[in-house]
């Protein structure tokens, strides 16, 4: 082959990439086939029990300001220092692939006047989210959470029912987790309680045991020292002073609140004095829904939030009070029992089989006709041999199977086989429509 002709193909074909074969991002994860039902099983359980609960749905995009989330999560939360991916876009402006939903739907919130809507405003958020994280069973780059969020009500019983919410959902899941429950305080308060904090660790023999990352917590953002899994900081936030005990008195009586209505609801929880949560702007209540893990040092967090009554204020709105919390699906699908699943599968009513390409086309016809008259129908048309669509009818669990072959066909019948019994009989293809109807409004 002529040099010219080797330019004239360089010149057609696209040059490939070369290298190892296309892989995965790290940390991203793909959803294969057979994962879904799972996924759509927790989103139509939340979506069911939100709407019954008056939240409704709403979507943000998935890429806003970066000054965003410094404003709100926190300039020094990790989230921001570490976790964000972002970049100057063509215009120059600085954009973020959103780490978390609550900035968003603040700004939304503000940006479209839901204050004008009656309040409270009950929003459920679901959506993929990127934090350049460390990758581990349960912790990607990208992943997705379901948030529930209420705007406008200042009072205990926003986040009574926002944890009743969780109690239900993790009870329609099969999921027995431990809601831990803190009171991170207010303006006026929380200050003292740092006070005390920051002298605790700047005492000689407790500094000398802080990880790196922590002695700059302790100039930057102190509280965050009670949340380090390093397990010798660890040990020391056991010894720290408890924000509890430096609550004024509006929080005390907010959280004491708080508590009655769970107790009364019978809703277990656990009081951790530790939990601080890693974004900035939470005040009072903060929760999070936590499995004990085997494997991990610390128990694995399903989800979290709570109050952040100053945050619409803060990003430019008018004062609003708002909590929240969201789960994560991916640490959802770990602990999901699966026979919640299995039984919430709806079983299709009728399997369509078919040999050769006239009833091939019968039975598109047919397949068309009884979905019209509101039948779960399923099919396998790109199969010839009968003992494999019959297998995929057993796989489906589908209780009757119309089968249809030339002799069918030139008769004007169709055979109904009971996928559970195995026993046939022949039908007139006219009235099919009619019968089955009937036999599957007596079985179900
Ligand atoms: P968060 O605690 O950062 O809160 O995240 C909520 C949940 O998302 C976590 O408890 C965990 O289940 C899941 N999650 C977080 N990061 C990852 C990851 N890298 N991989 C897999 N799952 C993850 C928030 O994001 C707040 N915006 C929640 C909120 C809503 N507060 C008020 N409203």
């Not at 010149?11 to 039902?37: C, E, F, N």
């Not at 406008?152 to 009574?160: K, W």
């Not at 399903?302 to 640490?331: K, N």
């Not at 169709?414 to 019968?435: A, F, H, N, P």
Request: proline share 6%; net charge positive; aromatic share 8%.
């Amino acid at each position: 082959m002529t040099k010219k002709h080797d330019k004239l193909v360089d010149l057609v074909t696209p040059s490939r990439p070369t290298g190892p074969i296309a892989h995965r991002v790290k940390g991203m994860k793909d959803i294969q086939p057979g994962a879904y039902p799972a996924w759509e099983f927790l989103l139509q359980s939340a979506g069911r029990l939100a709407r019954l609960r008056g939240f409704e749905r709403i979507d943000t995009p998935v890429l806003e300001s970066y000054s965003l989330y410094e404003r709100s999560s926190g300039r020094t939360s990790d989230i921001v220092t570490k976790e964000m991916y972002s970049f100057l876009d063509k215009s120059g402006e600085r954009l973020a692939l959103r780490p978390e939903a609550t900035p968003g739907i603040v700004r939304a919130y503000i940006e479209h006047g839901w204050f004008n809507l009656p309040q409270p405003v009950k929003t459920l958020w679901y959506g993929p989210l990127f934090r350049r994280d460390k990758p581990q069973l349960g912790r990607y780059r990208q992943h997705y959470q379901l948030n529930f969020d209420i705007f406008g009500e200042p009072g205990p019983l926003a986040e009574v029912e926002l944890i009743f919410l969780i109690h239900e959902l993790l009870n329609d899941w099969g999921i027995e987790a431990q809601i831990d429950i803190n009171s991170l305080g207010c303006v006026d308060c929380r200050p003292n309680y740092i006070n005390e904090l920051v002298k605790y660790y700047k005492e000689k023999k407790h500094r000398e045991q802080l990880c790196p990352d922590c002695r700059k917590r302790l100039i930057k953002n102190p509280l965050r020292l009670l949340d380090c899994k390093e397990p010798a900081c660890e040990a020391l936030a056991q010894g720290a002073p408890q924000l509890i005990d430096f609550l004024c008195e509006p929080c005390k009586q907010h959280l004491v609140k708080v508590l009655e209505f769970l107790d009364n609801l019978g809703i277990q929880y656990n009081l951790n004095s530790q939990l601080v949560r890693g974004l900035d702007y939470y005040n009072r209540t903060v929760f999070e829904v936590v499995m004990p893990s085997e494997s991990a040092q610390r128990p694995l967090a399903l989800g979290g939030g709570g109050r952040y009554d100053q945050l619409i204020e803060s990003l430019g709105g008018r004062p609003t009070p708002a909590c929240g919390f969201a789960l994560g699906m991916e640490r959802l699908l770990l602990y999901l029992d699966p026979n919640k699943v299995e039984v919430s599968q709806t079983r299709p009513d009728v399997f369509l089989a078919q040999l050769g390409d006239g009833p091939r086309l019968k039975s598109l016809q047919l397949f068309e006709e009884l979905r019209q008259a509101g039948l779960t129908v399923h099919q396998a048309f790109t199969k010839n041999s009968l003992k494999s669509q019959l297998a995929l009818a057993n796989q489906l669990k589908v209780k009757y199977a119309l089968i249809i072959g030339q002799k069918e066909l030139l008769d004007g019948t169709i055979l109904l086989r009971d996928m559970e019994s195995g026993s046939q009989e022949v039908l007139d293809l006219k009235r099919v429509k009619s019968i089955m109807l009937k036999r599957l409004a007596k079985t179900k």
